[in-house]
């Protein structure tokens, strides 16, 4: 079974109902060596589209990753990019906003780490952040120093998705190409994988209570993730919503995604003007001799 990347992606314009999106779905691998197999191809093909973009230097990828606790963010982006030249690729992750940060637009954090042209940009989690965590728990604003926070808080978040639209469609327009993940995971194998990081002595750093404390606002989270998804997935910067509760699934969606929207851009390695054709063929005839 092929994976289409349209299966996956947000429609601009389209209300996002997340009970309508499958959590889990029909493997594309048949065994785990095929899974193996699936993903060194995938990683094969972004190793070779990466070489192009840095040679070609004219284009910026940047990946944006957003999900509920222990969706697989962090192993998505290591799998996925296994291949990847270290030099370039970027990855941020961004947690919460510094004092320093707090000062200044709820943008300013996130755009200081945009990737340069030749690179792939990574955030585990991202600017989104501020339509998300913070809509659930809308005191955070109030130590964001915002100017005449309205009474109705539609409008700020309204506000939020003209800019991160705005922000998405300048970056596009100057060779930025975005793609947005969101890992669609099921409260119950949140509470699976939670056990797990609870029972494994290798695994407890990464449970902590706070994670508890936020599935309690599950429900709430889905709605700002529904919210979020509607109004922010345009031709330029899409959402795919990713069925997350079979890893391996994910990670081949996630690849196959990330090496379609690089080779769409049918890039091609430079062309050496004839002058510069010369000056190497000089140069190799004294190497040769």
Not at 38 to 59: C, T
Not at 61 to 68: E, R, S, V
Not at 163 to 177: A, F, I, K, Q, Y
Not at 241 to 247: E, F, L, M, N, S
């Amino acid at each position: 079974m092929k994976i289409d990347p349209k299966d996956f992606r947000v429609r601009e314009g389209v209300e996002v109902d997340l009970d309508k999106w499958p959590t889990e779905m029909a493997k594309f691998y048949k065994s785990k060596e095929h899974y193996h197999k699936m993903l060194e191809d995938h990683v094969a093909r972004l190793s070779k589209q990466q070489q192009l973009l840095y040679a070609s230097s004219r284009h910026a990828i940047l990946l944006i990753f957003q999900a509920m606790d222990a969706a697989g963010k962090d192993s998505a982006i290591k799998h996925v990019m296994s291949g990847v030249n270290p030099q370039g690729c970027q990855v941020f992750s961004f947690k919460h906003p510094s004092a320093t940060e707090l000062q200044h637009d709820f943008l300013w954090r996130t755009t200081r780490d945009l990737p340069e042209r030749g690179r792939i940009g990574i955030f585990n989690r991202s600017y989104y952040e501020e339509v998300l965590v913070v809509r659930v728990h809308p005191d955070i604003l109030r130590s964001e120093g915002l100017a005449d926070l309205p009474h109705d808080l539609n409008a700020v978040w309204h506000s939020r998705y003209r800019s991160m639209r705005h922000l998405e469609r300048h970056l596009h327009d100057n060779g930025t190409r975005i793609v947005k993940f969101f890992l669609h995971l099921s409260k119950e194998e949140q509470r699976r994988r939670f056990l797990e990081r609870i029972d494994d002595p290798a695994k407890n750093w990464k449970f902590s209570q706070a994670d508890i404390e936020e599935r309690a606002f599950w429900p709430q989270y889905m709605k700002a993730y529904e919210k979020c998804l509607s109004a922010t997935s345009t031709g330029g910067a899409p959402w795919y919503v990713v069925p997350a509760d079979d890893k391996p699934n994910a990670r081949l969606i996630v690849s196959e995604i990330i090496v379609d929207t690089l080779e769409k851009l049918k890039m091609s390695y430079p062309v050496s003007s004839e002058e510069r054709q010369r000056e190497l063929l000089a140069i190799r005839e004294q190497l040769a001799n």
